[in-house]
């Protein structure tokens, strides 16, 4: 239950005791947490709570804030990650559709990944822009990788739909 909770957004402020955001945006995440507690044998029971001061405001903030910082600088490093391994790719040459396709799947999960820490992210923190940005940049280069191997495979520029010599070619559906 505990990772359901995390995986929600939620921060642990004591034992057996986590906090998040009141708002539709977090309550599937809370009746899954709920299914799997009953499940268990557990129970769950959501309170609806205000801070009654600055201190204890600023220490739910802060929680909040530095499990999200976290959460983005390890988001960050994994496109670092991504970065590094086209960069071997194109290094080596491994220019072909398989490579490609896991490299695609790779960029498919750093994206789900953001898409579920934007969502968590209700502070809007200025770590979301730079991983927003670090993002973008991998999609770019996953693009230029892209054409790197239809051009080492076909020997056709993608963009232009042309083989050396000006020969318009039509790709094979089932290679690309």
């Not at 280069?141 to 993608?158: C, M, N, R």
């Amino acid at each position: 239950m505990w990772r359901q909770l995390r995986k929600s957004g939620a921060v642990p402020v004591s034992t057996g005791v986590w906090a998040l955001p009141a708002g539709p945006t977090f309550q599937a995440d809370l009746d899954r947490a709920g299914e799997l507690c009953r499940n268990g044998g557990g129970s769950l029971v959501i309170i609806d709570a205000s801070p009654r001061d600055d201190a204890s405001a600023s220490m739910i903030r802060d929680a909040f804030m530095a499990v999200r910082v976290d959460e983005w600088t390890e988001f960050t490093a994994d496109c670092g990650k991504f970065e590094a391994e086209i960069a071997r790719e194109i290094q080596k040459k491994k220019f072909t559709f398989a490579e490609l396709e896991e490299e695609e799947q790779s960029l498919d999960r750093l994206r789900r990944w953001y898409r579920d820490l934007k969502k968590r992210d209700v502070l809007e923190l200025p770590e979301a822009k730079s991983a927003e940005s670090r993002l973008r940049a991998c999609s770019t280069l996953l693009e230029g990788y892209a054409e790197q191997v239809y051009q080492a495979v076909h020997g056709v520029s993608e963009d232009t739909g042309t083989a050396p010599g000006g020969k318009t070619v039509i790709p094979d559906e089932r290679t690309s």
